[in-house]
């Protein structure tokens, strides 16, 4: 069963306007980690964020936020006045007991000048 | 200072060859990942090393065959290469197992022709 789901494939917004990006997840676990992975046309995959489930706060680093919601299974992730640069594959994953970091399927955001 | 660094970056290679992809990072990390990236940009685990123990070996053909020499190598071998085995493989390391983020080498996109 996939663990991580990331409904939207791709999202295309003009630069300035806000984007938000789902996450939803699954796991039996109690405490587990919630990730989230940036991957730019060059191809690295850059660490954005980590979560742990005993820390429900939001959090937000410059033009990036977090919004990790229990009840929801979700931990969504927007992006604030979007510029060019953040053009990329941005990926929600989630390691439990098992050890695995489970990657979601990823969505492409595309920001036009 | 490349803190998880995989060679090649290009491996361009025939069917039924063997061939191999080194890892080495140097974050004093005690755990190691093989991910495989397909065409559609899924990830997934391969493999996982801690203190050179492997840990976690996923549904993978035996014709793969990882080797952890020491804490801050990871190697990938791979036998008689076939048409699918075409993919960006990953390289990570990470604290340890639990909850930590990992770090992703720059990547090595294996092309089998």
């Known amino acids: 069963a996939q663990k991580v789901t990331q409904a939207q494939t791709e999202i295309s917004v003009v630069e300035k306007e806000d984007v938000t990006l789902d996450c939803v997840y699954e796991?039996?676990?109690?405490?587990?980690?919630l990730f989230w992975y940036k991957q730019p046309p060059s191809g690295e995959l850059v660490f954005l964020i980590r979560r742990n489930s005993f820390d429900e706060q939001n959090e937000i680093s410059g033009r990036y936020s977090w919004n990790f919601q229990k009840s929801t299974s979700s931990f969504n992730f927007t992006i604030t006045a979007s510029q060019v640069v953040d053009s990329a594959v941005y990926f929600c994953?989630?390691?439990?007991?098992?050890?695995?970091?489970?990657f979601g399927a990823g969505t492409t955001v595309t920001v036009r000048a | 200072d490349t803190a998880v660094s995989q060679t090649p970056k290009y491996l361009v290679t025939q069917m039924g060859n063997d061939k191999s992809i080194k890892c080495e990072q140097n974050?004093?990390?005690?755990?190691m990942y093989w991910y495989k990236q397909d065409s559609k940009k899924f990830l997934k685990i391969m493999f996982s090393y801690n203190n050179k123990e492997l840990i976690i070996n996923e549904t993978v053909p035996n014709r793969f065959s990882p080797k952890s020499p020491d804490k801050a190598h990871l190697n990938l071998h791979i036998n008689s290469l076939e048409l699918g085995d075409s993919a960006v493989y990953f390289c990570a390391s990470s604290q340890g197992l639990e909850g930590y983020e990992a770090f992703f080498g720059q990547g090595t996109r294996l092309t089998v022709v």
């Open positions: 974050l004093g990390h005690d755990t």
């Open positions: 994953a989630l390691k439990d007991n098992d050890y695995k970091l489970s």
């Open positions: 796991t039996r676990d109690t405490t587990y980690y």
